[in-house]
């Protein structure tokens, strides 16, 4: 008896179904661009999918580190008070 008192003081957790995590995973699948999916399948796992939007994600990262780091050099290379250089330094916020 002191079990199913202790379970109905526990805060219900919501459950997702099996069809919104497919939902979800779809959702995300059509975030990812195609040309990043190495399968041609219609039926992509859903580990897969997790999988290649991580990549992807990483992979935006790194882009984002290499133009912040052009930005830099350039910035650096101009003039201080050129209207260039508001361009650039605006370009960071």
Same mark, same amino acid.
């Given at each position: $008896?002191? @079990?199913?008192?202790?379970?109905?003081?526990?805060?219900?957790? *919501?459950?997702?179904?099996?069809?919104?995590?497919?939902? /979800?995973?779809?959702?995300?699948?059509?975030?990812?661009?195609?040309?990043?999916? =190495? =399968?041609?399948?219609?039926?992509? *796992?859903?580990?897969?999918? /997790?999988? #290649? =939007?991580?990549?992807?994600?990483?992979? %935006?990262?790194? #882009?984002? &580190?290499? /133009?912040?780091?052009? %930005?830099?050099? %350039? /910035?650096?290379?101009? &003039? =201080?008070? @050129?209207? #260039?250089?508001?361009?650039?330094? @605006?370009?960071? $916020?």
């Amino acid at each position: $008896m002191s @079990s199913r008192r202790s379970r109905s003081r526990q805060p219900r957790v *919501s459950r997702i179904s099996d069809d919104q995590i497919a939902g /979800l995973v779809s959702k995300l699948q059509q975030l990812i661009p195609h040309n990043i999916h =190495t =399968t041609h399948s219609d039926k992509v *796992s859903a580990s897969r999918v /997790l999988q #290649e =939007t991580c990549n992807y994600i990483r992979s %935006l990262h790194r #882009e984002v &580190d290499d /133009l912040s780091e052009r %930005l830099s050099e %350039l /910035l650096q290379s101009t &003039d =201080t008070n @050129s209207a #260039e250089a508001d361009i650039i330094r @605006s370009l960071f $916020m």
